[in-house]
């Protein structure tokens, strides 16, 4: 069964690096989104992508983060410049959309700033 | 009022017991619930998918939405120590692309 793979599991950072947190939705979906859960808190939508171009962001989307889908199967997340409060794990999810909202999420990955 | 409660748990139930889970939100433009189970540290897993109001089975899991009273459930038969999770409702109100809400989530234990 076709799944949503991300890359690193867990990444460590230094306060003010940059990182790039990989994803490969599942090959026939056309929407991409990130979401991201503090430890303890609820899962927060960061961002939609269809069409290579951001649909829709929330206000935890700011100058600092970007998204991008270099090639046909990937889907990145950069954070430019890391503060302590990043530190959470963040989610990539797929869904085929043509009136279906099935999202399917990724194992996630860690991130830890330091 | 948040956009979505749930009751964070945990609850602890026999094997075999049958388990309810809800959420109640207050946003009326919802229309896709959806159900997740989350093991610890890891991706949100979904369970089941609705429209709109009324019921949907599949195996040991009933969906139920309630539209008029703005109020989901989830109920699971026949409990496994296996279904011992973190389980999160999730809603939306369009179908492409929009993004999910999820309530906090509920610790469900399963004992033997």
């Known amino acids: 069964e076709p799944e949503v793979t991300q890359t690193p599991s867990h990444q460590v950072t230094q306060m003010g690096q940059e990182v790039i947190l990989r994803c490969v939705p599942i090959?026939?979906?056309?929407?991409f989104y990130w979401y991201r859960q503090i430890l303890g808190q609820k899962v927060e939508f960061l961002v939609s992508?269809?069409?290579?171009?951001?649909?829709?962001k929330s206000e935890i989307f700011d100058d600092q983060f970007s998204v991008e889908r270099p090639d046909g199967s990937n889907f990145t997340l950069k954070i430019r410049s890391t503060k302590l409060e990043d530190s959470a794990m963040y989610f990539c999810?797929?869904?085929?959309?043509?009136?279906?909202?099935?999202?399917?999420f990724g194992p996630g990955t860690r991130l830890t700033v330091l | 009022q948040k956009e979505v409660e749930q009751d964070p748990g945990p609850l602890s139930v026999p094997e075999g017991a049958i388990v309810s889970l809800n959420c109640t939100y207050s946003?009326?433009?919802?229309?896709?619930f959806m159900w997740y189970r989350q093991y610890s540290r890891k991706g949100p897993e979904l369970l089941m998918y609705?429209?709109?109001?009324g019921n949907k089975e599949d195996g040991r899991f009933t969906a139920q939405v309630d539209k008029s009273s703005k109020y989901i459930s989830l109920f699971i038969r026949d409990s496994q120590p296996s279904d011992s999770a973190t389980y999160l409702c999730?809603?939306?109100?369009?179908?492409?692309?929009?993004?999910?809400?999820f309530g906090t989530g509920t610790r469900l234990q399963v004992f033997p």
């Open positions: 999730a809603m939306s109100a369009k179908s492409n692309t929009d993004k999910l809400i």
């Open positions: 992508f269809y069409n290579n171009e951001i649909s829709e």
């Open positions: 609705t429209y709109s109001s």
């Open positions: 090959s026939n979906h056309l929407y």
């Open positions: 999810a797929s869904s085929r959309g043509q009136g279906r909202n099935e999202q399917f």
């Open positions: 946003n009326s433009a919802f229309q896709y």
